[in-house]
Antibody
Framework: EVQLVESGGGLVQPGRSLRLSCTTS????????MGWARQAPGKGPEWVGF??????????EYAASVRGRFTVSRDDSKSIASLQMNSLRTEDSAVYYC???????????????WGQGTLVTVSS | DIVLTQTPLSSPVTLGQPASISCRSS???????????LSWLQQRPGQPPRLLIY???DRFSGVSDRFSGSGAGTDFTLKISRVEAEDVGVYYC?????????FGQGTKVEIK
């Protein structure tokens, strides 16, 4: 069974940093593009970014709203994906979901599994 | 960015009756690799989103065959053949063809 379990959320002041982790099991982590999405209270989901596989250079892509502040990374030896969030803003407050991208197609093109999410609140 | 527009935004349905949700894209969702990365997600109250349909019409593992997807290019549809109580929630279309990936506004399905 595929499992994605987020941790690291909490209350943080504007301008500070926070690191989220996603511990995974049930699949060969290194074969998959991994990413993050978020959902502010009462709103729809928003894509945040992803990291490609090591074979594809572990390159990353980001939404414009977080580019330069957030970093998605992966540790294939531990089957963990991470989201480093710097210079946090109040508008970054949301539930953050770890996501997996389907395998077997030429391009990353969607999300097949979502974690349960971890709440990040940015407030003074 | 690609804008996805869903209609209706709210769909009150009688149990056992069908429901249909439309998703229209501001641009063609055909990727240069030939695939069309249009997905449908279900979000039940208090739960994370869950994949129902991938690449227009591929039903995801474990998803009821009451759910089906169709469409091409810029116009897509999710159909629920017979609505059950467990189908209550918000449904989103999502495109993964072009970065940034984007979502529709959501359609709330509720029981009349």
């Amino acid at each position: 069974e595929v499992q994605l379990v987020e941790s690291g959320g909490g209350l943080v002041q504007p301008g500070r940093s926070l690191r989220l982790s996603c511990t995974t099991s049930g699949f060969t982590f290194g074969d998959y593009v991994m990413g993050w999405a978020r959902q502010a209270p009462g709103k729809g989901p928003e894509w945040v970014g992803f990291v490609r596989t090591k074979v594809k250079g572990a390159t990353t892509e980001y939404a414009a709203s977080v580019r330069g502040r957030f970093t998605v990374s992966r540790d294939d030896s531990k089957s963990i994906a991470s989201l480093q969030m710097n210079s946090l803003r109040t508008e970054d407050s949301a539930v953050y979901y770890c996501t997996r991208v389907p395998i077997g197609v030429a391009a990353p093109g969607g999300i097949d599994y979502w974690g349960q999410g971890t709440l990040v609140t940015v407030s003074s | 960015d690609i804008v996805l527009t869903q209609t209706p935004l709210s769909s009150p349905v009688t149990l056992g009756q069908p429901a249909s949700i439309s998703c229209r894209s501001s641009q063609s969702l055909v990727h240069r690799d030939g695939n069309t990365y249009l997905s449908w997600l279900q979000q039940r109250p208090g739960q994370p989103p869950r994949l129902l349909i991938y690449k227009i019409s591929d039903r995801f593992s474990g998803v009821s065959d009451r759910f089906s997807g169709s469409g091409a290019g810029t116009d897509f549809t999710l159909k629920i053949s017979r609505v059950e109580a467990e189908d209550v929630g918000v449904y989103y279309c999502m495109q993964g063809t072009q970065l940034p990936w984007t979502f529709g506004q959501g359609t709330k399905v509720e029981i009349k």
